[in-house]
């Protein structure tokens, strides 16, 4: 049986090993500071925000004991300066959904990539801004 921590850590694992962006473009939810101060999103550049969200155990089936399975989302959130197209963030999400879709270890397995224009954005600061353009690739998985 696999933990939640041991997929959290198979999946960022895998995060880890996307070459199609440079690993500092990359956020990872509730990282900690750099120097003190918050992620800075590079200035002119796509960048990315990763979340990993497991939803509610269930029995899978009884033998001896219960079998559980925990089905959960990894969220990969892009985002592009405003008004920069979005030819280059679709090529970006397609990349991300062949990386992590149907990659399986020990007992987690990922399921199917869903990409979705999630339009305008203001990921950080003034919501009013509305400073970039986003887009999702959303990842399921289940574990066990």
Not at 17 to 33: D, H
Not at 61 to 67: M, T
Not at 71 to 97: N, R, Y
Not at 105 to 125: K, R, Y
């Amino acid at each position: 049986m696999m933990t939640n921590t041991q997929a959290l850590q198979a999946i960022l694992a895998r995060v880890g090993t996307f070459t199609g962006m440079p690993k500092s473009n990359i956020q990872l939810a509730n990282n900690p500071q750099v120097g003190g101060k918050p992620y800075e999103p590079p200035a002119g550049q796509i960048w990315a925000k990763v979340t990993v969200k497991n939803a509610g155990t269930f029995i899978a089936s009884i033998g001896d004991q219960p079998c559980t399975r925990t089905p959960g989302i990894v969220f990969i959130q892009l985002f592009a300066p405003l008004h920069s197209g979005t030819l280059e963030l679709s090529k970006l999400a397609d990349k991300w959904a062949e990386h992590m879709q149907f990659y399986k270890v020990g007992n987690l397995e990922m399921l199917q990539a869903d990409i979705l224009d999630a339009g305008h954005s203001s990921a950080i600061g003034d919501p009013s801004t509305m400073s970039f353009y986003q887009y999702n690739v959303n990842v399921s998985y289940r574990i066990n």
